[in-house]
């Protein structure tokens, strides 16, 4: 592998947490600062990059591939909004494969088209499905591609199933020169106890919160316009909450190796959890004085 250009972080969630949005308004709150940034999106849906192109369509490099025998970096990529470098790893044909295979061959297909070299960014963005942290999906993390992972989560059960899953895959490959992680950022913060519960999963999970980034319809109303909200909504409460966490990634290096809840562990966590939920739901707890 050749020698490094600029930060590449991996930013990983469920499918349908908001990890795509998450990454698309970072990308366009670091641009927006003045840094050099290429978004690769590595979700078979292909739509990481969407709202940072006006809401368009992209070739994929999957795809490309698959129609034609010599590829440019032109054919596979745009220029989204602040001048950030565009580009969708695709998936298969559906049915057939495996879906992170789009990771390995848009790696590979930018290393021989010298992007990095060529576009010296300050910083790369990779934008992964974390559901099922299979070897295909775990390319970013395992191969070391980048260098610190951060994951998307909520109050879900299943999107914190999944960011402990992540946790698992951060702590295998970390000492064998992987990723590690820089930490959690809480999306679509609404009810009132999903601070306490997230932040009780990083505590319980040897990790940190590095932002929390309320439920708001700025962010739909942005989408449909195929626009961040750094750029639909320059001035809003929402966008600083971006600008912040990009802030964070560009000046806060620290990176750890999580202690990820085995089953039982998780489970029992969720029950206690579904417990005191309940309980706030139905009137038992006032003013959240159990959490």
């Given at each position: 592998m050749s020698e490094k250009i600029g930060k590449h972080i991996a930013i990983y969630g469920k499918g349908g947490i908001g990890k795509s949005t998450t990454t698309s308004n970072i990308s366009a709150a670091l641009a927006e600062s003045g840094y050099r940034v290429i978004q690769i999106g590595c979700d078979p849906?292909?739509?990481?990059?969407?709202?940072?192109?006006?809401?368009?369509?992209?070739?994929?490099v999957l795809d490309t591939l698959r129609e034609q025998s010599r590829v440019r970096l032109d054919d596979i990529s745009a220029i989204g909004f602040g001048g950030v470098l565009c580009?969708?790893?695709?998936?298969?044909?559906?049915?057939?494969?495996?879906a992170g295979r789009g990771i390995n061959a848009a790696v590979e297909q930018l290393q021989d088209l010298k992007v990095f070299e060529e576009f010296k960014p300050d910083f790369v963005l990779y934008d992964v499905l974390g559901d099922v942290v299979c070897g295909g999906f775990a390319v970013p993390i395992r191969d070391g591609l980048a260098d610190r992972a951060f994951v998307v989560t909520s109050s879900d059960f299943m999107a914190v199933f999944a960011a402990n899953n992540l946790f698992k895959a951060v702590t295998k490959y970390?000492?064998?020169?992987?990723?590690?992680?820089?930490?959690?950022?809480?999306?679509?913060i609404l009810a009132p106890y999903a601070t306490s519960l997230i932040d009780?999963?990083?505590?319980?999970?040897?990790?940190?919160?590095?932002?929390?980034?309320?439920?708001?319809?700025?962010?739909?109303?942005s989408e449909l316009y195929g626009k961040t909200v750094i750029e639909a909504?320059?001035?809003?409460?929402?966008?600083?909450?971006y600008?912040?966490?990009?802030?964070?990634?560009?000046?806060?290096?620290?990176?750890?190796?999580?202690?990820?809840?085995?089953?039982?562990?998780?489970?029992?966590?969720a029950r206690e959890w579904g417990d005191k939920i309940f309980e706030v739901e139905a009137g038992v707890v006032h003013e959240m004085a159990s959490i």
């Open positions: 849906k292909s739509d990481s990059t969407t709202i940072l192109r006006g809401g368009n369509d992209l070739p994929t580009i969708e790893a695709g998936g298969p044909v559906p049915g057939v494969g495996c970390a000492p064998s020169g992987g990723a590690r992680l820089g930490g959690i950022i809480a999306n679509s009780d999963f990083a505590d319980r999970t040897g990790s940190r919160v590095i932002g929390y980034v309320p439920r708001s319809l700025t962010v739909a109303q909504v320059p001035q809003s409460e929402q966008a600083q909450v600008r912040d966490l990009a802030k964070f990634i560009v000046e806060d290096e620290e990176a750890i190796i999580p202690r990820p809840l085995n089953g039982p562990e998780l489970k029992k966590w």
